[in-house]
């Protein structure tokens, strides 16, 4: 099974619907899908790219996870939530853009991906989740929002290639950057009344 073209009257797919369909490498979504439930596309390592449907509302968890030949994903604009382990295990996955009405971001949704240099969170989003963007070694760059208030444990674990990150005012817990070798520079504002591992960070200076 390499190609999947779903007809347009279909509105839902459900749960483990093609997980491990290794072989496949295409699939064309219509715009009437409003529900991709968990799993649905697990562990399809052949798959290469992806345009999501624009009525899709939510990311299901673990829905592209171990995608490990997925390229690029298009995400829709309405899209207001991705799940935890959405995206983890896409080691090829270079760049995602992520919809300005996201305003949650689960836990491990992006770990181990490991060729993704530079992510955008947007305003609205208030918690980056334990191990969300874990052994993102390629991860060089980025933003965090006003909105942003707490960091948890592990969520930039091992992404040596981050070289610094200011944190921004309003955040009161700061925890996650265990392992990050190449971290430098590290801006605490005033009002953070919690820090956490910083182990292995050998290169951190100020």
Same mark, same amino acid.
């Given at each position: 099974?390499?190609? /999947?073209?779903?007809?347009?009257? !279909?509105?839902? $797919?459900?749960? #483990?619907? %093609?997980? &491990? @369909?290794?072989? =496949? *490498?295409? +699939? ?67 760049? /995602?853009?992520?919809?300005?009405? !996201?305003?949650? $971001?689960?836990? #491990?949704? %992006?770990? &181990? @991906?490991?060729? =993704? *240099?530079? +992510? ?87």
């Amino acid at each position: 099974l390499k190609n /999947i073209t779903i007809h347009d009257k !279909v509105e839902e $797919i459900g749960g #483990y619907a %093609f997980r &491990g @369909c290794t072989a =496949l *490498e295409e +699939i064309k979504l219509p715009d009437s899908i409003n529900s991709i439930d968990i799993w649905a596309f697990r562990g399809c390592t052949s798959l290469k790219s992806v345009v999501v449907p624009p009525h899709l509302r939510y990311i299901s968890d673990c829905l592209f996870a171990d995608c490990s030949s997925l390229v690029s994903v298009e995400l829709p604009e309405p899209i207001g939530g991705i799940g935890s382990f959405a995206f983890s295990g896409c080691k090829n996955l270079t760049e /995602i853009v992520i919809p300005k009405y !996201v305003s949650t $971001i689960g836990k #491990y949704a %992006f770990s &181990g @991906c490991e060729k =993704l *240099e530079k +992510i955008n969170i947007p305003e609205g989003v208030s918690i980056i989740e334990e191990c969300t963007f874990a052994n993102c070694s390629a991860l060089s760059a980025i933003d965090l929002p006003r909105t942003i208030k707490s960091i948890g444990a592990s969520a930039f674990q091992n992404c040596v290639s981050l070289h610094n990150i200011e944190i921004p005012v309003g955040v009161l817990s700061v925890d996650g950057f265990s392992g990050c070798t190449g971290l430098r520079a590290f801006t605490v504002p005033n009002g953070v009344s919690s820090i956490g591992d910083f182990s292995g960070c050998v290169n951190l200076e100020k």
